[in-house]
């Protein structure tokens, strides 16, 4: 076992390399289309501590999110998940106030919130909100993380009643400072509602593509439950969601010993240990399950697909994984179409595959198509068939087969 650096957890400790990926490209990087663009090594890494399994570095923060090219509303799927989750707070939390999210993007969720609320928004990226006028809520361009926390308290005015966090607490090599942050931010009786993409149900099954530069950590409930305790915060429920090929969804408050919590916490809780999450060894064998499946990939999908003229259908950040560890660039007739403005014009990084609007695809003139976007699979199917798209359709995971 290599020790290859140290965990951000309170204990500080050494953590062991799992998988090492090499050299990667970052995967919103559209600002090049040279195919060797902004690459860093990827490795993927387990604390013997607190269990999170995490990366062993991550580029500056700047220059990842500062300017972003990933739009929140760019995906239908993303935006009624999004609104799903809003129509919870609405119905079920209406006697709160105040209202903050992190990593709002461009403002989706919070435009489904109602305006009894007190909304606020943070994220550093300064390209990707453009302000409506019916917009009730501020945005506000900076980092969430403990240096800022006094700064977001004035700009809100007083503690906040509900912090949100959709898929951001992973975003964040310093995850211990920005839980450190809700502590100082959370109202006494208030709490945060928080979204991760689930380790167990995703990387540890194999299922690599969750792992890049931008998302540094990867969370079971064991290894929330013990970040959170740092912070003299607790999971008081959790639910299991169907988004990012599955994600947990974390309700924490205020530490309180005598507080009720959810019996879906022990549910859960139990699975991992069956799984296995508290044994190193078990992170041992999963650099097997990750070959198995990049193996299965090659010869199902590429072997078959590199003479063919091929469509790449979505290419979200986990895809761009998914192309670079499997050699997509091989493929010699390749386009790949996404709805992102942003991403229209460039390569999908690391590859010479262009990308293309989906509007301006003629979808008969391919043989083959690979949803790299597979967790909104389909819709996405239902889509390219409509347009025409008659051939072979592969989804690279959970199972990497044809359908």
Same mark, same amino acid.
Request: aromatic fraction near 6%.
């Given at each position: 076992m290599m020790k290859t650096s140290f965990c951000s957890c309170k204990n500080h400790t050494e953590t062991i390399e799992v998988y090492?990926?090499?050299?990667?490209?970052?995967?919103?990087?559209?600002?090049?289309?040279?195919?060797?663009?902004?690459?860093?090594?990827?490795?993927?890494?387990?604390?013997?501590?607190? $269990?999170?399994?995490?990366?062993?570095?991550?580029?500056?923060?700047?220059?990842?999110?500062?300017?972003?090219? /990933?739009?929140?509303?760019?995906?239908?799927?993303?935006?009624? /998940?999004?609104?799903?989750?809003?129509?919870?707070?609405?119905?079920? /939390?209406?006697?709160?106030?105040?209202?903050?999210?992190?990593?709002?993007?461009?403002?989706?969720?919070?435009?489904?919130?109602?305006?009894?609320?007190?909304? /606020?928004?943070?994220?550093?990226? $300064?390209n990707v909100y453009q302000k409506k006028s019916s917009d009730n809520f501020s945005i506000h361009n900076l980092f969430f993380d403990t240096s800022n926390q006094l700064k977001i308290r004035n700009l809100v005015g007083e503690k906040v009643d509900i912090i949100i966090g959709l898929n951001v607490f992973a975003h964040n090599s310093t995850y211990n400072d920005m839980f450190s942050a809700v502590k100082y931010l959370l109202a006494s009786d208030g709490y945060a509602y928080v979204e991760v993409a689930y380790a167990k149900d995703t990387i540890l099954s194999g299922n690599f593509d969750t792992i890049y530069h931008e998302h540094f950590c990867n969370y079971t409930l064991t290894s929330l439950i013990n970040i959170l305790k740092e912070n003299e915060l607790m999971v008081v429920d959790v639910d299991k969601v169907r988004t990012q090929g599955g994600s947990l969804g974390i309700w924490i408050e205020h530490l309180n010993e005598n507080k009720e919590v959810s019996g879906n916490i022990d549910v859960i809780l139990k699975e991992e240990h069956d799984f296995g999450i508290s044994d190193v060894s078990m992170y041992m064998k999963l650099s097997k399950v990750i070959e198995h499946k990049i193996f299965n990939i090659k010869s199902r999908f590429l072997a078959n697909a590199i003479h063919k003229k091929v469509l790449i259908v979505g290419v979200p950040a986990r895809g761009v994984i998914t192309a670079n560890v499997c050699n997509f660039k091989t493929l010699q007739n390749a386009v790949a179409i996404d709805d992102t403005p942003e991403k229209q014009g460039y390569n999908i990084p690391g590859t010479n595959i262009p990308i293309e609007n989906p509007e301006e695809v003629d979808y008969k003139n391919f043989d083959i198509a690979c949803i790299l976007a597979w967790t909104y699979k389909d819709d996405l199917i239902k889509r390219i068939k409509k347009a025409g798209f008659d051939g072979d359709i592969f989804v690279p995971f959970p199972d990497g087969k044809y359908i």
């Open positions: 090492d990926f090499g050299m990667m490209p970052r995967v919103n990087n559209y600002s090049s289309n040279q195919e060797d663009n902004d690459r860093s090594s990827l490795i993927l890494t387990v604390c013997e501590s607190c $269990k999170l399994v995490q990366l062993s570095s991550m580029p500056d923060l700047n220059s990842i999110y500062l300017e972003y090219d /990933h739009i929140s509303s760019a995906s239908t799927s993303n935006v009624r /998940h999004l609104k799903n989750v809003a129509e919870i707070i609405n119905n079920k /939390h209406n006697d709160r106030k105040t209202l903050l999210e992190v990593g709002c993007n461009d403002g989706t969720f919070l435009r489904n919130i109602n305006k009894n609320f007190i909304s /606020h928004g943070i994220d550093p990226a $300064k």
